[in-house]
């Protein structure tokens, strides 16, 4: 079954800390990963996409690692600010007859002062 | 001002009536999707349009209903067949397959009393 599982599912940091999100999956064959941050209430938006041939790729403060030999990925959150509380959701865009999207339940980071 | 618009943002309805949901982008991108989230859950795909004027059953597409006679809209109608209606629901649109982003509408909640 393809899935995409997310770890810790909840986390809370101290403002300016770092802290590192982890993403495993199944799914296959794998065309690309993304990592989207959604607030409350709000729609998702695209932190970073990543091919198989990507092993990092960065956004600012935030930045994403893919072993696709090993089917993880995880995001690194530099010096976190108040405004990155939210939830980060993993995504693998598979093929599976057609392009297939398998969402992660994602991470919820809250960031206090 | 681009982007991809969803309305209303909350919705109430009473158990047994049908009610549809807006998404409207203008970002000229061909594909479109609706998802349902709920706590706890990934993302869940419920219909998919890769074009104007077809579309296709995503994994929960039973007591929906959608339609896409233009390109920039792609309403979703919940029916008095879906067993439990209240949910957040996302739309979301992308250029085409593969790489492509995917951009979010900020979603609606729905609930049914």
């Known amino acids: 079954k393809n899935q995409v599982e997310q770890s810790p599912q909840s986390l809370i940091i101290l403002e300016g800390k770092n802290c590192t999100l982890q993403?495993?999956?199944?799914?296959?064959?794998?065309?690309?990963l993304r990592w989207y941050k959604q607030d409350t209430g709000r729609g998702p938006v695209s932190l970073t996409i990543?091919?198989?041939?990507?092993n990092t790729k960065s956004n600012g403060r935030y930045t994403a690692t893919l072993d696709a030999d090993t089917k993880q990925s995880s995001l690194h959150i530099t010096a976190s600010q108040l405004s990155d509380s939210a939830s980060y959701i993993c995504?693998?865009?598979?093929?599976?007859?057609?392009?297939?999207?398998?969402f992660g339940t994602g991470t919820k980071l809250q960031v206090i002062p | 001002d681009g982007g991809i618009t969803q309305s209303p943002k909350y919705l109430f309805r009473k158990e047994g009536q049908n009610v549809t949901l807006s998404c409207e982008q203008n970002l000229n991108h061909d594909a479109m999707y609706w998802y349902r989230q709920d706590p706890g859950q990934g993302l869940r795909l419920i219909y998919y349009s890769q074009i104007v004027n077809d579309f296709q059953k995503g994994d929960i597409a039973e007591g929906y209903s959608v339609s896409r006679e233009k390109k920039e809209s792609f309403p979703l109608t919940v029916t008095s067949a879906q067993k439990n209606p209240t949910a957040f629901y996302l739309c979301?649109?992308?250029?085409?397959?593969?790489?492509?982003?995917?951009?979010f509408g900020q979603g609606t909640r729905l609930t049914v009393v």
């Open positions: 990543m091919t198989f041939s990507e």
């Open positions: 995504v693998v865009i598979h093929m599976d007859g057609y392009q297939k999207v398998t």
């Open positions: 979301a649109s992308s250029i085409g397959q593969g790489k492509a982003e995917a951009f």
């Open positions: 993403c495993n999956y199944t799914v296959s064959p794998f065309s690309n």
